[in-house]
């Protein structure tokens, strides 16, 4: 069985991500980011997530972005609440860190070389997503043709594959393909700014987009927010 | 003035490359990466750089490349030594670490956005590099594309170039550049199997390229070797 990357937040979308991997008929292994974020609550979720598939490979490697900033990482400024979901903004939401996906990628495809495996897995959504530029296609197609340059495989005539398979998707589509495939949502975590307890605020924009998604989805959302 | 992220190492290429963003016009910032490599001694250079170039900003991302081996990385295998040059190889050495530039220039991308900085400077070399892959100009222009649609600067109309002013330059040529601009290559390091007092051992690949480039160039070469 061939192994493929999947890199996993410990969210819906990586969630149903590996889901989709699996039936696919890889073997995962799971590369998660510790990264000073102020939601670490979602590593928990991750390790979860890597139990409930079975996964025996996931690293969690320790990245240092706080030079970059970002309402993301635990010492910035405050998670937005409340707000008009950005499926319907053109702005970029303040929760944005600069060249996350790219730094997450250029690891994947690193451990994936080590591995001798030519798949990899992200969960990037383009139609409810949070507004940020390195989740639409055209920069994981850019992002991929870089990868099949970088490294030694490439050289070798090895090609890496980035698969997206929920970048066209809603997120209630998600949520169907998950619940069809056999994710337990409960498991996941998405909030933004989470109680120590680890409950869900209800009211960030992840919180929002993943209430909608379920409602639309016309599945029970498992989750227990602080505020409905 | 303008402000460039130069990707700072401590060897002679990155030392060159501050010597041409400077004389390009930039207000350099240096990033450089402590990844468990071998030859920690180099970050006491890169520091050491720096303050040579009176830069004021330098930052040092600690990277977690563990995962990934590699000889670089402290803990792996042997650094090999005496070997023909790899400029006349076609092999990629073990002290390829895989997808290192990808990791390096993610994060100075990621850097660049937050300083509102559309330039930065990378040492790579294509003629007498070590066989990496990540060091070919059709690799950097990829990545240039990628960097182009992976952030908020992307989208909004301000856009990154990749400097690789060395990319087409002998290792003489690149001292020979260095010497005019001033470089003292006496504070740069190159070994990548250095004693523990510092000192180069002039024997691997990397002594051995310098070597050859300060004799090709006719400069003397300021750096003490174990072994000549």
Redesign the interface.
Known sequence: MSKAVVLLSGGLDSATCCAVAKSDGFEIVALSFCYGQRHTVELAAARRVARAFGITEH?I?????H???GALLSDATDVPKDRILQAEEAD?PPT????????F???A???A??LSCGDIYIGVNAVDYSGY??C?P??IE??Q???N????A??EGRSLTIHTPLINLSKAGIIRLGSDLGVDYGITHSCYDPSTDGLACGRCDSCLLRKRGFAEAGVVDPTTYQQS
């Open positions: 690293r490697a320790e990245i240092d972005l030079a970059f900033g970029i944005y860190v600069p060249a996350r996906n790219t730094i990628l250029a690891y495809i690193g451990w070389e080590v530029p390195d639409r055209e920069y850019a992002f043709k870089t990868a340059l970088a490294t030694k490439a050289i």
